[in-house]
């Protein structure tokens, strides 16, 4: 049974190789693809992936407080939903809680990961199996397993937490509501940049790509910009309807 490991951004990536190393061990019979590793040198990158999506029945989507909006996650999600009536999607979160997700993940049925619900997981992964195992013998080899899962994929949060001085500001969008100044930056260069990609606003803006990132991921949350995504381009994105109103507004179009 092929299981689709998506990932976006550290420490997501770390994570899904964990989860891709340790999976079969949880539940035999279970066929952890991830693109990193299984995709091979030489095959085109997008015919394969999208074979992949089509062919698995299963994904998990390794989402994580940096990457919960990401363009490319969501997208990943929605492509594998609708591959196959049968997919089953399943969000697993981290070090972010199930009210901080996009509804584009959020729709789904999401694990904490925390020992009790993820040992559901493993118990519903078994239970897709042509032949399943017995829930004592998977109990007892998820207890003996679950401590070293659980320890690896900690420290790699605790690696990969941002120090003070890479910190992006944690408000895009003012009290008010309304965009911040640095906000209104990147507003205005999509307002005037249609279908721009993250690379286009970076060199228009001068800002940091993380920052640019950042501004994006809020602005999106915020419903005044819109993604435009495919498997065989980068991200692009243009205004929503708020988001144009707000640009007629400020004479910008």
């Given amino acids: 049974m092929k299981v689709f490991i998506s990932w976006s951004k550290e420490p997501s990536k770390a994570i899904a190789e964990e989860l891709r190393h340790m999976l079969s061990a949880f539940v035999p019979g279970c066929e952890p693809w991830m693109s990193d590793h299984d995709l091979q040198p030489g095959q085109q ?4 992936l999208t074979a992949e999506l089509v062919d698995s029945k299963i994904a998990l989507i390794c989402v994580t407080t940096i990457n919960r909006t990401e363009p490319w996650l969501n997208f990943e999600a929605g492509a594998i939903s609708n591959s196959l009536g049968g997919a089953f999607v399943h969000p697993v979160l981290f070090d972010v809680d199930a009210s901080d997700i996009p509804s584009t993940l959020s729709q789904f049925q999401v694990t904490k990961f925390e020992e009790k619900r993820f040992f559901l997981l493993i118990r519903s992964l078994n239970r897709l199996l042509p032949q399943p195992e017995g829930e004592h013998d998977l109990r007892q080899r998820f ?10 994929i900690g420290a790699h949060l605790q690696n990969h937490v941002p120090s003070p001085a890479k910190k992006v500001e944690s408000k895009t969008l003012a009290n008010d509501g309304g965009p911040s100044e640095e906000a209104k930056v990147v507003l205005k260069a999509i307002a005037l940049n249609e279908n721009a990609t993250l690379d286009d606003l970076v060199r228009i803006t001068k800002l940091h790509r993380v920052r640019a990132e950042h501004h994006l ?14 498997l065989v381009q980068p991200a692009r994105y243009a205004l929503a309807d708020a988001g144009r109103a707000l640009a007629v507004a400020q004479n910008w179009v």
């Fill in 143 to 152: 207890d003996r397993l679950w401590p070293a899962l659980q320890s690896a």
């Fill in 217 to 230: 991921d809020a602005l999106l949350d915020a419903k005044l910009i819109r993604g435009i995504y495919n």
């Fill in 45 to 48: 990158w997008n015919a394969q």
